[in-house]
């Protein structure tokens, strides 16, 4: 199996506090982990691409002091998203990679609703 | 030019039928192809992965791959209305090994 966490499901806070939000891979170890973000009835949208022990990198347009990556582990990378704004109201979803037998394949965790008062 | 290019749909058809979901891509390199399935409100699941020419089956899923014609397909036998989904297509870049790309996803709507 492969199986991705997150944690929490769903915040609400308010306006100027940060949130942060945990992507575990369970039953493997995942070199690299994606953060995407998406609002309703829009595509995903990759926002950081994380290997463990380095660095993110980050997409055009996604603030890097913004959006703070850390990949600790081979099966654990969190999101802080700092001083947000309700315009940072989104679904946030992580997506851990798997060796697979012809490749490495992208499995996503739930996805947390971020909702900024 | 997008990397991947999926019709946004919606895609109607009657339960019971074949639906047809098709996928262009650019990176002539690429070499693994993924089909995701995302239900409104969840996050996405990974539904066929396919890497080489032809057809691979799994239940009522086929994914067909051509490589020389940069085209994916999925193809859903005997529909029902639980696969009333957006369905995404997603190619692994060619050159850069932790790059995926995906299209903006194929609305599925299953008539019953």
């Known amino acids: 199996g492969a199986v991705v966490s997150q944690h929490p499901s769903w915040v609400i806070c308010k306006s100027g506090t940060s949130v942060k939000i945990e992507c575990r891979s369970l039953d493997f170890q995942a070199t690299t982990m994606f953060w995407y973000r998406q609002f309703p009835k829009q595509s995903l949208m990759l926002m950081a691409t994380s290997n463990e022990g380095s660095k993110a990198t980050y997409e055009q347009g996604v603030e890097k002091d913004k959006f703070l990556i850390n990949h600790a582990s081979l099966t654990l990378s969190t999101l802080t998203v700092t001083s947000a704004h309700p315009e940072d109201s989104s679904f946030y979803i992580c997506?851990?990679?798997?060796?697979?037998?012809?490749?490495?394949?992208?499995?996503f965790g739930p996805g947390t609703r971020l909702t900024v008062t | 030019q997008k990397e991947v290019e999926q019709n946004s749909g919606p895609l109607s058809v009657p339960e019971g039928a074949i639906a047809s979901l098709n996928c262009t891509y650019s990176d002539r390199v690429s070499q693994s192809f993924f089909w995701y399935r995302q239900y409104s409100g969840k996050s996405p699941e990974l539904i066929m992965s396919?890497?080489?020419?032809g057809d691979k089956e799994d239940g009522r899923f086929t994914a067909q791959l051509n490589k020389a014609s940069q085209y994916v397909s999925l193809l859903i036998r005997d529909s029902q209305p639980s696969d009333s989904a957006t369905y995404l297509c997603a190619v692994k870049s060619g050159y850069n090994f932790n790059k995926f790309y995906f299209g903006s996803g194929t609305k599925l709507n299953v008539k019953p």
């Open positions: 396919i890497y080489s020419n």
């Open positions: 997506s851990a990679s798997k060796p697979g037998l012809a490749g490495d394949e992208q499995y």
